[in-house]
């Protein structure tokens, strides 16, 4: 069971008002999911595209409930000894030339090779045991005595070997280490996976996981999010900006702004001490909106239906 909510959680609005608390202003989806991660013992993996919020879930979320934030970002090439544990080579080599001297007294007493070996053996021991271990990410998170929120970021950069891997982890919250023994998560962590949809994630990992899917806001969302997000934007500006989003999504562009670009741009607006959206406004900044050129320029073409919009929502 992963870590316990603080009580009482037993509705989907008290968790709202948790996250809102910390000004993660989250949909009923996302509320639900997170009630039903703990009851059923289930990580969350969330998708949806950048900027939508999902990496800020598992921060508030760990804010929320004053648990420590364990993160891993996912990349190509992540394998078992950056996840999980390795040892310390290093501290390793310093003991061997620091114990050489001992050594040499310990083997000068051995009578034959057999003997010899077996009193390196020892030795060996000695070096792999817990003050020579790394912690990773995974592993830290197991050996959180309180519990712990563990983001998986962007397991979809990772390769299916490493998803495998990841499966077995999450199965069972508990690994393996030859040298040491099993450890066995005392309060299983709280667990978000987030993906971009980069590439499909394997049935196996969606059949583990629930499933969490944040679309892009709709208005009535957004206005709430930028309340929460920007201090100092009044009403008014908070309407305006979020209409001029909004029908700036429903054109034809390679990369469509995300909630992200929303409180990015209306930061932009309060910092330059804007009152209201106009057309001069707009075009000093709408490079904090949009990322390609061509986008922009498109987004000049239909600069007076866009406005009209943001007018119009005054």
């Known amino acids: 069971m992963p870590a316990d ?4 959680t037993a509705s989907v609005e008290t968790i709202t008002a948790g996250l809102a608390a910390v000004d993660y202003i989250a949909s009923r989806p996302i509320a639900t999911a997170l009630l039903l991660a703990r009851d059923l013992g289930k990580p969350v993996l969330v998708e949806g595209s950048a900027g939508v919020g999902k990496t800020e879930l598992a921060l508030s979320t760990a804010r929320w409930l004053s648990l420590p934030l364990i993160r891993m970002q996912c990349y190509e090439g992540l394998d078992e000894s950056k996840a999980l544990y ?17 050594i040499n007294e310990v083997l000068g007493e051995t009578g034959d090779l057999t003997d010899a070996l077996g009193r390196l053996a020892n030795f060996s021991d000695m070096f792999f045991s817990e003050q020579f271990l790394e912690p990773r990410p995974l592993l830290q998170a197991l050996r959180e005595p309180e519990g ?9 950069k990772a390769n299916e070997e490493f998803e495998a891997f990841l499966l077995e982890i999450l199965s069972a919250f508990q690994v393996t280490i030859p040298e040491i023994g099993t450890i066995t998560a005392a309060r299983p962590p709280l667990v978000f996976l987030t993906s971009n949809n980069t590439r499909d994630m394997s049935d196996a990992l969606k059949r583990r996981c629930l499933h969490l ?15 929460a997000r920007v201090p100092g934007i009044d009403a008014r500006l908070t309407r305006q900006v ?9 054109l034809d562009l390679k990369k469509l702004p995300s909630i992200s670009e929303t409180l990015d741009w209306a930061r932009a607006i309060v910092l330059l001490h804007g009152a209201q959206i106009d057309r001069a406004l707009v075009r000093d900044t709408l490079n904090v909106l949009l990322k390609f050129e061509a986008d922009i320029d498109h987004a000049e073409s239909q600069m007076t239906d866009l406005l009209r919009a943001a007018e119009a929502a005054d």
Do not use: C, M, N, S
């Open 213 to 227: 899917h944040i679309p892009l806001p709709d208005a009535r969302l957004e206005a709430a999010i930028v309340t």
């Open 148 to 156: 712990a929120v563990l983001l998986i970021d962007e397991v979809d």
């Open 86 to 102: 390795e040892w310390k080579y290093g501290k390793q080599l310093l003991y061997t030339q620091l114990l050489k001297d001992k």
């Open 242 to 250: 979020v209409a001029f989003v909004q029908a700036l999504r429903a």
């Open 5 to 8: 909510l603080p009580a009482p």
